[in-house]
């Protein structure tokens, strides 16, 4: 059922530009039924209309095989489409490759959106003097036009159908392509619109005789405003006696990348140049640019601040900044038909170097610098699970470091060599404990491994590791500490007996 034509021999027009960004940037129509580009990944579902509970129809008033709701015809449904607008008596319809009056260029199903006649530029049945064609765009349409004189056709409102697409990424460029033909034994062209989210845009439409016709195919270049936005084509009905209306078939949506090579650009199309990037980094870090030009073909970045300075690159990696403060970045692109320059200032944000880290050692136990939001300590370079506190009570000798993390999510790590361990952690063996904790003004530390009666050695350290109160006593089942003296903060009690050493932590109110 398709004509096959190169592309590259192909006579299209170009007939619509508009350079604002986040618009139709241009449209192009072919004279041929076979699709422009091939493996492309198309986001329309059902763009050839095949999932559908339809019984096709030649279109027939009151016929019960419309998919429009408002229609009395209402009988079947177009998967992943909705028919909106028209009248008790609109006859929209699926047709097929047995009951058809048209061309089908796709499958076996295309939508024919019949809506009986309509007026495009006057209440004057068939007055089509308005309009002003250039190839298959119309223009030249007065406000309240196009019309259909008859309510049960929907009025101004005319016949649609639409589907809305989600996902859109805003600043990439997308093609919407589809074919349109018309009724075999129309011979003047129909008119019809589509709307991507910026209004109507009014296209032509030919008659396509069945396994004859040679329909149309458009496509429209347009950059979304949203990431997501409706599809919606409407006919308001035949504009003259002769004039069909719209067969549509092959809806296909994709970006600008799939796009068939062999179509030209779009014409005095001037380079628009935007980009994004991580910009809020830690110092000595690196950042990666995502270009967000639109169509350009060289690049020429800027980096104050950063080593490298400049590049050339489509998407610039690993961009460094050493030094916090704000930086500029600026992006020069350029195409055969121009150039555009995008200069953010301050766009990078490089923060304040992290607190200085270090570690303390008391014995065994390991003090980083207190103040950072989180901490992770290492044995040989290897994490240690659960070891996130401002210290660490080295379990086994060796080598360790600790990684502190600042409120900007910046790092800072310190290391210690050579620590000799050989104590244990209070409330980690023999049932040994303190409590209350959180502790008030004295705080009882049961202590099971050392020998009863024997002397031990109670000493506190605060989070930088100093010794803020130390006393020695007869090893008891039970030991009273009075610590009313320390003000509130979190602290490290160490017990030294006949039976080594042990510590815990505990938080003074």
């Known amino acids: 059922m398709k004509k096959i034509l190169l592309i590259l021999l192909l006579q299209f027009s170009i007939f619509s530009f508009q350079s604002s960004f986040g618009q139709i940037v241009c449209i192009m129509c072919f004279d041929q039924n076979d699709s422009i580009s091939t493996g492309i990944n198309n986001l329309i579902a059902n763009g050839g209309f095949e999932n559908t509970t339809c019984i ?3 279109g027939v008033i009151g016929s019960p095989t419309s998919f429009c709701p408002n229609s009395t015809g209402y009988s079947c449904d177009l998967l992943d489409w909705t028919c909106t607008g028209g009248g008790t008596s609109t006859y929209a319809c699926i047709y097929d490759v047995v009951t058809n009056k048209s061309m089908i260029e796709e499958g076996n199903n295309s939508v024919y959106m019949g809506n009986f006649y309509a007026n495009p530029c006057s209440s004057t049945s068939g007055d089509t003097s308005c309009l002003v064609m250039t190839d298959c765009e119309a223009s030249g349409i007065p406000a309240g036009y196009p019309l259909n004189p008859d309510p049960a056709f929907g009025s101004a409102v005319g016949v649609s159908i639409e589907q809305t697409v989600n996902g859109l990424i805003v600043g990439n460029t997308y093609i919407l392509e589809f074919w349109a033909g ?16 910026f209004g109507n845009t009014f296209l032509r439409d030919n008659n396509t005789p069945v396994g004859t016709g040679i329909g149309t195919r458009f496509i429209i270049e347009w950059r979304p405003t949203s990431t997501s936005h409706t599809i919606k084509f409407t006919n308001w ?7 069909t209306e719209l067969v549509l078939d092959d809806v296909r949506l994709y970006t600008l990348a799939e796009l068939n090579p062999s179509v030209p650009p779009c014409p005095n199309t001037n380079p628009v140049a935007i980009f994004s990037a991580p910009n809020h980094i830690c110092p000595g870090t690196c950042t990666n640019f995502n270009n967000l030009s639109i169509n350009a073909t060289s690049y020429l970045w800027s980096f104050t601040g950063a080593t490298p300075t400049t590049s050339t690159d489509l998407n610039p990696t690993n961009i460094c900044y050493n030094t916090p403060g704000s930086y500029d970045v600026q992006l020069i692109v350029s195409n055969a038909t121009g150039g555009d320059t995008l200069l953010l200032h301050n766009f990078i944000t490089v923060y304040p170097y992290p607190a200085p880290q270090g570690i303390a050692q008391s014995g065994d136990t390991l003090f980083a610098n207190a103040g950072a939001v989180s901490y992770q300590w290492y044995q040989a370079g290897v994490l240690i699970p659960g070891a996130t506190d401002y210290f660490y009570v080295a379990t086994s000798s060796g080598n360790y470091n600790v990684v502190a993390t600042d409120v900007n999510n910046c790092e800072v790590e310190a290391a210690i060599f ?7 952690s209070l409330g980690n063996s023999h049932s040994s404990f303190v409590y209350p904790n959180p502790v008030g003004d004295k705080c009882t530390i049961h202590a099971s491994p050392f020998t009863m009666g024997t002397a031990v050695t109670i000493k506190i350290y605060n989070v930088l590791g100093v010794a803020v109160q130390s006393e020695g006593t ?21 017990v030294t007996g006949n039976s080594g050493t042990f510590r815990s932590k505990f938080i003074k109110q």
């Open 182 to 197: 018309g009724e075999e034994y129309m011979t003047d062209p129909g008119m019809f619109a589509v709307d991507l989210g």
């Open 474 to 494: 007869n090893q008891k089942s039970e030991m009273s500490v009075d610590v009313s003296a320390l003000p509130s903060g979190i602290y490290i009690v160490q």
């Open 418 to 424: 050579d620590v000799v361990a050989g104590v244990q």
């Open 237 to 243: 009905g035949h504009i003259c006696s002769n004039c």
């Open 56 to 58: 096709a129809s030649t």
